[in-house]
Nanobody
Framework: QVQLVESGGGLAQAGGSLRLSCAASGGTFSNYGMGWFRQAPGKEREFVATMAQSGAATDYAHSVKGRFTVSRDNAKNTVYLQMNSLKAEDTAVYYC?????????????????WGQGTQVTVSS
């Protein structure tokens, strides 16, 4: 059983930056494809970014490509989401996810484990 704990959310101004972290425990971190999703009030959960087990490949939602960067440190069992040039529409609860089978998945159903989420609020 993998536990995921996000941190780093908070309030930022439009154009600013935040860095989210997700610490994993209870499994072999390097075996998991990792992802980030978000859910804004009144909206469905949506894919943000994903990184393959080795860290060699990534994929991003069109809305964040060029602004967000996902990375992982397998030695620290941690995945990060660097968010730059934030926009008001980035306001959401951000969730870290892990998949024991899939790599670079955009479908939330392909992820086995989820963190509790961290709130990101961007003021315009």
């Amino acid at each position: 059983q993998v536990q995921l704990v996000e941190s780093g959310g908070g309030l930022a101004q439009a154009g600013g930056s935040l860095r989210l972290s997700c610490a994993a425990s209870g499994g072999t971190f390097s075996n998991y494809g990792m992802g980030w999703f978000r859910q804004a009030p009144g909206k469905e959960r949506e894919f943000v970014a994903t990184m393959a087990q080795s860290g060699a490949a990534t994929d991003y939602a069109h809305s964040v490509k060029g602004r967000f960067t996902v990375s992982r440190d397998n030695a620290k069992n941690t995945v990060y989401l660097q968010m730059n040039s934030l926009k008001a529409e980035d306001t959401a609860v951000y969730y870290c996810t892990a998949s024991s089978i899939w790599s670079l998945a955009r479908d939330a159903k392909k992820y086995d484990y989820w963190g509790q989420g961290t709130q990101v609020t961007v003021s315009s």
